[in-house]
C-alpha cells in the first residue's frame, strides 16, 4: 500500500528524490514519513510531514532535506540535496497511526504502514 521509488546511486553532493506512493488507506488525514537504515544500524527517523505540512527532521538531514506531499496525488517526497557517504541506507516511507501527536512522529512504533524501501548509495 506504500510504493516507494526513487533511490540509486549518486557521488558525495550530488542529489536524489524519493517518492512513496499510497493506496487502500486514508492518506490526506495521515502524518507521512521516512525513515532509514543503514548495514548493521538499527532505523533511524528521518523526516515527517503532516497533514497540514508541517514537518520535522533529523538534525543530520535539516538544510538538506526536503519533505513534502501532495494529497491530491496521495504521494510523499523526500528531495535530498548535498548527499553524504554517511545517508547511505535503504530508505523506508511509513504512515502514521491516527492520533499520533507530534512528539511521537519521529517513533517508528507510532507507524503502522511501511513502504518496501529504496537503496540509497552514496559514493565517497
Known amino acids: 500500500q506504500l510504493q516507494t521509488s526513487g533511490g540509486g546511486l549518486v557521488q558525495a553532493g550530488g542529489s536524489l528524490r524519493l517518492s512513496c506512493a499510497a493506496s487502500?488507506?486514508?492518506?490526506?488525514?495521515?502524518?507521512m514519513a521516512w525513515f532509514r537504515q543503514a548495514p548493521e544500524k538499527d532505523r533511524e527517523f528521518v523526516a515527517v510531514v503532516r497533514s497540514d505540512r508541517n514537518a520535522r527532521y533529523r538534525d543530520s538531514v535539516k538544510g538538506r532535506f526536503t519533505v513534502s506531499r501532495d494529497n491530491a496525488k496521495n504521494a510523499v517526497y523526500l528531495q535530498m540535496n548535498s548527499l553524504k557517504p554517511e545517508d547511505t541506507a535503504v530508505y523506508y516511507c511509513?504512515?502514521?497511526?491516527?492520533?499520533?501527536?507530534?512528539?511521537?512522529?519521529?517513533?517508528?512504533?507510532?507507524?503502522?504502514?511501511w513502504g518496501q524501501g529504496t537503496q540509497v548509495t552514496v559514493s565517497s
Open positions: 511509513a504512515a502514521a497511526r491516527y492520533g499520533t501527536i507530534w512528539s511521537e512522529l519521529t517513533n517508528q512504533n507510532r507507524f503502522d504502514y
Open positions: 487502500g488507506l486514508t492518506f490526506n488525514t495521515r502524518a
